[in-house]
């Protein structure tokens, strides 16, 4: 099992950065599926980016070239820049683990942007 907590959220002027960690509860370095996913008020829950133990990446195409997902292997955490941030980013984001065929969730981080 793994605990997932995400910190770094909040309110956000259009343009601005954030920068949101996940720390896990334990190593992460055998964990080849991490990702950051978000829920907008009255949407579906959607990926925003993941990355694999080998640091391959792959971003929803409404953040690509504004976020970055990374990871520290050695800190038990993944993180997720945000750059240059649009008010329809606003929304929960979560960080999500896979090991085989379990599915770990955080609690989630609100990251509100006004315009």
């Known amino acids: 099992q793994v605990q997932l907590v995400e910190s770094g959220g909040g309110l956000v002027q259009a343009g601005g950065s954030l920068r949101l960690s996940c720390a896990a509860s334990r190593s992460i370095f055998s964990i080849n599926y991490m990702g950051w996913y978000r829920q907008a008020p009255g949407k579906e829950r959607e990926l925003v980016a993941h990355i694999t133990g080998v640091g391959r990446t792959n971003y929803a195409d409404s953040v690509k070239g504004r976020f970055t997902i990374s990871r520290d292997n050695a800190k038990n955490t993944v993180y997720l820049q945000m750059n240059s941030l649009k008010p329809e980013d606003t929304a929960v984001y979560y960080c999500?683990?896979?090991?085989?065929?379990?599915?770990?969730w955080g609690q989630g981080t609100q990251v509100t942007v006004s315009s």
């Open positions: 999500n683990a896979r090991t085989g065929l379990s599915n770990y």
